[in-house]
């Protein structure tokens, strides 16, 4: 008995272990940006070149920063969520238009449908690597001190949005 | 760029900056050698990137106390499994070490002679 009593232990003990891993991603890099202040930038507009837009222009306001491109797959499959996010009127989301043209963003735009207060354009993707991107698309909530909360490493789902991004936007919008 | 080999790839994550032709790696090379153009050091182009990809963009990873089990761990399961084994044979041996007395020895010893007309 005391013999196979040390075999169930650890294989109950793999068992926990593996309960836990297999649902853990391992291509996920967790981003050290979370409770730092949101990287500052000043980049041009995508529809509007000659306006800029500077992250400080969003103190005082929680909000989306979602990073896309036209040649960006998943995109696709996030963006009627964003749709709808951006429909419900919860939050505001504004797009960061990553290593893309200005031409194929905009007419992915205009057929995909806009659900951005204003999309930027970094077109060096300078700003992304300050950001930590490294998989498109990934999505960041920052509150009203321009601090980053949250981030979305690949497309947004329903799932998240209802149980992780929305809360997340209550709590801060209450502070 | 020696700098590169020591960072990963974070889209092919089993390979270096250096050898990965993902565009983020070209990019971060890119980046990395405009850095040391301006005259950043090693230690803070890699700082530079550690703050905004985390530990994970370094190939080996550092000596922490989240990351003590992944450096020590297969050092300790060798060092549990090589216990186990002195144990048993430790065991064994000491099985083995009885005394073989006298009268054991003659019976054997019979034992072992065939007796005449058996076939040997």
């Not at chain 2, 019976?107 to 005449?116: G, S």
């Amino acid at each position: 008995m005391n013999r196979y009593a040390i075999l169930i232990a650890v294989f109950v003990a793999l068992l926990a272990l593996l309960a836990v891993g297999l649902k853990l991603d391992p291509r996920e890099v967790p981003s050290p940006l979370i409770g730092k202040p949101a990287p500052s930038f000043e980049l041009p507009e995508l529809h509007e070149a000659a306006k800029t837009f500077r992250e400080k222009d969003m103190i005082g306001k929680v909000w989306l920063l979602n990073v896309w491109a036209s040649w960006c797959v998943s995109c696709r499959e996030e963006h009627p969520v964003l749709l709808d996010l951006a429909a419900s009127g919860a939050v505001p989301i504004y797009g960061l238009n990553y290593k893309d043209t200005r031409e194929d963003g905009l007419a992915w735009l205009k057929g995909m449908g806009d659900p951005y207060k204003l999309s930027i354009f970094d077109a060096d993707g300078k700003v992304g690597i300050d950001y930590g991107v490294y998989g498109v698309p990934e999505t960041y909530v920052i509150d009203k001190a321009g601090i980053i909360r949250y981030k979305c490493i690949g497309p947004l789902t329903p799932r998240i949005v209802k149980e992780k991004v929305l809360p997340l936007v209550q709590e801060l919008e209450r502070a | 760029m020696a700098l590169a080999t020591e960072l990963r790839c974070l889209v092919c994550q089993n390979q270096t900056l250096a050898d990965s032709n993902a565009d983020l790696a070209q990019d971060l090379r890119n980046q990395i050698r405009e850095k040391m153009r301006q005259g950043s050091s090693d230690a803070q182009i890699v700082d530079y990137l550690v703050a905004r990809y985390g530990d994970f963009v370094l190939y080996r990873p550092p000596l922490k106390a989240t990351t003590a089990l992944l450096w020590f761990g297969p050092l300790l399961l060798l060092a549990v499994g090589f216990a186990v084994l002195l144990r048993r044979l430790l065991k064994r041996r000491a099985a083995e070490g009885t005394t073989v007395s006298a009268a054991d020895r003659k019976r054997a010893a019979e034992l072992l002679v065939a007796p005449p007309g058996e076939p040997r």
